[in-house]
Every structure is written in structure tokens, then in C-alpha cells.
């Protein structure tokens, strides 16, 4: 483990009423650098551009597999989201200087918005429910703003709330930039409103963001994992991977032997 123990509980009451968390050194100085070095391979096998946008990558190196079920962040998602859960994307961003805010096919920005399916989740009184949580690896020095940073608004999730415009350039009432330095960590709802600033700075924006979902939600990476992440898979990583029972049923209604992760719930009292 590569950073002290959580208080979940506390978390969990934060995360409820922010809709997100930013943790301060989860990984470490070596983790951070061997997983820059795995993005740069992945970054050699794609064509050159402003902005990536890698979808399913932890399927592109092991480095990035490892954090699937980090020992940190994995009990805390548990007990925000539940014990019946599975990895629901693996998505790499490397969103590099763009001062003229020139737009790519690989979004080089991205207007404020809630995470979800077209045209959305259930919407009842106003509000979309917390369906999964993205885990984001800051991977680059992202501590001060405008350097391609997520933008939140706290709170927004509990909110019916729909901006008057959907601009990214354009400051929203309450807005924040998200900032950290390599190793921090950045988790939040999907139905959080937040937006991809552009990059203005001379820095190079990199993020792994890793999302849970029910595990009976179709993942958005894919309909069955790579064999070579099952491969020797333990329990709990053949849970995050969708592999529970042959009997889809048991998706919606599983035993308990089947989602090991439930063993990381805390009690709540």
C-alpha cells in the first residue's frame, strides 16, 4: 500500500454531500513514474495528436492493469458505491499545450455535462442517482489551473441543476478547477456536472481515469474482458472484470461467494 489508511466513513459523508473527493498521495514517486513510462509505450502505438483519448486501458499494459484493485482506493469505492460492482472504464487522457483552443476529433476539451447513456439515466424530481464513480489518477503536475483541469460543481449532483450554457470557457456560479500534483487522486459521481478545460499551459496534461459501476450495468470498455486480464485473475479482480457466474441471473441476485469485495464493506452505524 502506497499511502496511509482512509477514514472511509469520513470520505463517505464528504463524497455524499460534494458529489467528489481529491486524495493526496495515493501513489507513489516510483508508481507515478513506471506508469508514465507504460503510457508512453501506449502513446508510441498511437498516432500524433493534441489530445488522446484511450478507452480500455488497462488492457494496453499491465502497469495500468495494476490499478484495477488498488489497496487504497478500491475499500472506498466499495463503500461509496457498493459491494456489487465492477470496473466500468479505463480511459487515458493526454491533453497537450493548446493556447488557441483548436478542437480535435479526440476532444481536446470538453463542455460541462453529466456522465451517462444518450439520451440520459432515469431523471426523477430533477434528479439522475449516482449510477458509477470515476477514479482519476493524476499523472502530471496538474497543481495549478488552466492546465487542461477538470471543472466541477460541487454539489451539483444533489441539485436539479442544467446551466444556462454548456460553454467550458464560459465560468459557471460555484465552479471549481480541479488541482493536484502526480499522485493525488481526483474521484467523483457521474451525475457530478463537471467539464475538460483546455489546456492553456506549457505543461502536458496525463489522467487515468478507472470507473465502477452495478455489475449489472453494461460496461462501457467492453462486452467481455481481455483473456490475458483474466488470465490468473484472483477472485476479486475476476469480480471487477465482470466474471461472477455463468448464470446472468446471479448479476442482479449474486451469492456472496461471488462478489468477494463484500468482505471490504465498514459498518455505517
Request: glycine fraction near 4%; charged fraction near 20%.
Amino acid at each position: 500500500m502506497e499511502t496511509t489508511s482512509l477514514n472511509i466513513l469520513e470520505l463517505k459523508n464528504q463524497f455524499d454531500e460534494q458529489g467528489y473527493l481529491i486524495i493526496p498521495d495515493v501513489l507513489s514517486e516510483d508508481k507515478v513514474t513506471r506508469l508514465n513510462a507504460a503510457i508512453d509505450e501506449v502513446l508510441a502505438e498511437e498516432q500524433e495528436t493534441l489530445s488522446h483519448n484511450i478507452y480500455n486501458s488497462v488492457s494496453r499494459h499491465a502497469e495500468i492493469a495494476s490499478l484495477i484493485d488498488h489497496a487504497t482506493i478500491l475499500p472506498l469505492i466499495v463503500n461509496l458505491l457498493g459491494h456489487n460492482i465492477q470496473l466500468h472504464i479505463s480511459h487515458l487522457t493526454v491533453r497537450k499545450p493548446n493556447p488557441n483552443d483548436v478542437k480535435t476529433a479526440t476532444h481536446s476539451f470538453i463542455d460541462w455535462h453529466q456522465d451517462g447513456p444518450h439520451p440520459q439515466f432515469p431523471v426523477i424530481a430533477g434528479l439522475t442517482a449516482t449510477y458509477y464513480i470515476k477514479v482519476c489518477y493524476i499523472l502530471s503536475d496538474m497543481s495549478q489551473p488552466n492546465r487542461g483541469n477538470t471543472k466541477v460543481i460541487p454539489g451539483s449532483h444533489k441539485q436539479p441543476y442544467n446551466p444556462n450554457h454548456k460553454d467550458v470557457s464560459q465560468q459557471l456560479d460555484g465552479e471549481i478547477q480541479v488541482c493536484g500534483k502526480p499522485g493525488d487522486v481526483f474521484i467523483f459521481a457521474q451525475n457530478l456536472w463537471h467539464a475538460g478545460s483546455t489546456n492553456h499551459s506549457e505543461f502536458t496534461r496525463r489522467q487515468l481515469f478507472l470507473g465502477y459501476s452495478p455489475i449489472w450495468m453494461r460496461p462501457i470498455d467492453y462486452h467481455q474482458a481481455d483473456e490475458g486480464l483474466l488470465k490468473d485473475a484472483d477472485p476479486i479482480r475476476r469480480q471487477l472484470l465482470g466474471q461472477i457466474s455463468d448464470n446472468k441471473f446471479k448479476y442482479y441476485v449474486p451469492e456472496d461467494s461471488m462478489v468477494p469485495l463484500k468482505s471490504m464493506l465498514i459498518s455505517h452505524s
